[in-house]
């Protein structure tokens, strides 16, 4: 039997009161509210899987499931398991292939399944895969469902039926490309012919985003796009694993270059010139770019929902369309949630993760580029001027091991004295808010670390903001 050691539960008061994050640095696993996620062969074992399938077939009653994977090696593995886990409960299970995590949660609320699986382990590398749950409306589980979850994974009880059918679904990347050409004015992009360079990482992505930018009317000029090749580069899209794009765009002149995790959920963007514009901004800029569509922006006042660690240039786009912005606690249900109850127009994370409500309620690369370009269409600006023409900011992220609550109520302290008087916000760690500059310390909820994140205009006043609180 597996036993998990207990670090991460004691870490924070902030974390939800039922434990759903189990961590063990020696095995690499992760069991948390985004699921479970571990390395091959060792830590995500096939035990692992299937009972975790039997718990969420057990937990939807038995119901319609809809499964779909990053092409990672590992990942038709674990969807066999699945297959076994979930049959055993009674569900009946509908296989889309691979798709982007964005897609599986589309195709979970349009064939009104009891619920979604995503076999990826997102932007970690190999050997990690992993597995994510989705509710009938396609929306990661919260905190209170996956506690639900893990609870019966641990107790064990799992649901025995008859199984039902595996089919399949190869509709589901066109009807999520469908969903997405919808809202935006096509003819206006497609008039562009913008040439666009695309990382897709040999992921989940590489197909559909092809196709998307082909119907956008753009001359694709892909590179790793091919979902029989390993990972060319780490998946995770941050500056250092995103050269070979950046180069891509400046030599072959293209108008943007997009580059995307090993699920399509996170995006980078690379301007023209091979101006690497990073994940921060891609949230912005889309935010910009629906405000900008929007009949009477200024008059509806909009509100756009990301959480506490995101820039603050998106306060900045907001406010030159009069809109809100509300700030969540880190993680993406809770942006989700937020979008929801809000009744938000877009939401997202500075991860490159766009939550576009009128496509769907998960963070998706497709609907991000669809908006990027509709952007730089209707504005028949370079992206790069776009780009330069928002507020720079400089952000800084540290972070510090800790081995549990007592240390994080010192560190916690050490920021409320010395900060003392200043804005605060604490709905996740502490947050304090200077008026064109922030510094965030918070317990990680998947590791046993502190972060320490500050944004400011220049480099040195966010790192003398982190000097503040480490010394
Ligand atoms: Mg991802």
């Known amino acids: 039997m597996i036993r998990f050691s207990l670090k991460i539960t004691t870490l924070s008061s902030h974390l939800p009161s039922f434990p759903p994050i189990s961590y063990n640095a020696g095995m690499a696993l992760k069991i948390s509210i985004s699921g479970v996620r571990g390395t091959i062969p060792d830590s995500l074992t096939p035990e692992l899987c299937l009972d975790f399938a039997k718990a969420f077939g057990t937990y939807t009653n038995g119901g319609m499931i809809i499964i779909g994977i990053d092409p990672r090696p590992s990942s038709e593995y674990i969807k066999g398991i699945i297959y076994a886990g979930l049959l055993s409960a009674g569900c009946k299970v509908i296989d889309i292939g691979i798709a982007p995590t964005p897609t599986v949660g ?57 199984p039902q059918t595996v089919e399949s679904n190869d509709q589901a990347i066109a009807l999520h490309i469908k969903k997405v050409l919808k809202v935006v004015d096509i003819n206006l992009i497609r008039k562009k012919k913008f040439r666009v360079a695309l990382d897709g990482c040999n992921g989940a992505g590489s197909v559909a985003l092809v196709e998307l930018l082909k119907k956008l009317g753009c001359i694709v000029l892909p590179i790793n796009c091919d979902v029989h ?30 580059v995307v995790d090993a699920d399509a959920d996170r995006l980078a963007i690379v301007a023209d010139g091979g101006f690497a514009i990073g994940e921060e901004l891609t949230l912005a800029l889309a935010a910009a770019s629906i405000l900008e569509a929007a009949p009477n922006a200024k008059a509806r006042k909009h509100t756009i929902v990301t959480n506490l660690s995101t820039s603050r240039v998106v306060d900045d786009v907001a406010k030159r369309y009069g809109a809100k912005v509300v700030r969540t606690k880190i993680g993406e249900i809770h942006v989700v949630e937020e979008i929801i109850r809000q009744e938000a127009i877009i939401g997202g994370e500075g991860n490159g993760g766009v939550i576009f409500p009128q496509v769907g309620y998960n963070r998706d690369s497709l609907a991000g580029i669809a908006l990027i370009l509709h952007y730089m269409a209707k504005s028949g600006q370079p992206l790069s001027k776009l780009a330069r023409s928002l507020p720079q900011y400089v952000m800084i992220k540290s972070k510090v091991d800790c081995a549990g609550q007592f240390e994080v109520n010192e560190w916690l302290e050490k920021v409320k004295k010395s900060f003392a008087g200043e804005e605060m916000v604490t709905k996740d760690g502490i947050k304090v808010v200077f008026h064109d500059s922030w510094v965030h310390v918070r317990a990680s909820n998947t590791e046993p670390i502190i972060r320490i994140m500050a944004e400011a205009p220049t480099k040195e006043k966010a790192e003398n903001l982190i000097k503040r609180i480490t010394g």
């Not at 597995?131 to 919260?142: A, D, R, S, V, Y």
């Not at 090749?229 to 794009?245: Q, V």
């Open 106 to 162: 589309i195709m979970t609320k349009l064939l009104r399944a009891d619920g979604g699986i995503v076999v990826t382990a997102s932007h970690n590398p190999l050997p990690w895969n992993g597995i994510k749950f989705m509710t009938p409306e396609g929306l990661f589980l919260n905190e209170k469902k996956a506690a639900k979850l893990i609870d019966l994974y641990e107790k064990k009880k799992f649901r025995v039926a008859t």
């Open 229 to 258: 090749l390993p990972f060319p580069h780490n998946p995770e899209p941050i500056p250092e694993n995103i050269t070979e794009l950046t180069s891509y765009v400046q030599a072959k002149k293209t108008d943007v270059g997009f």
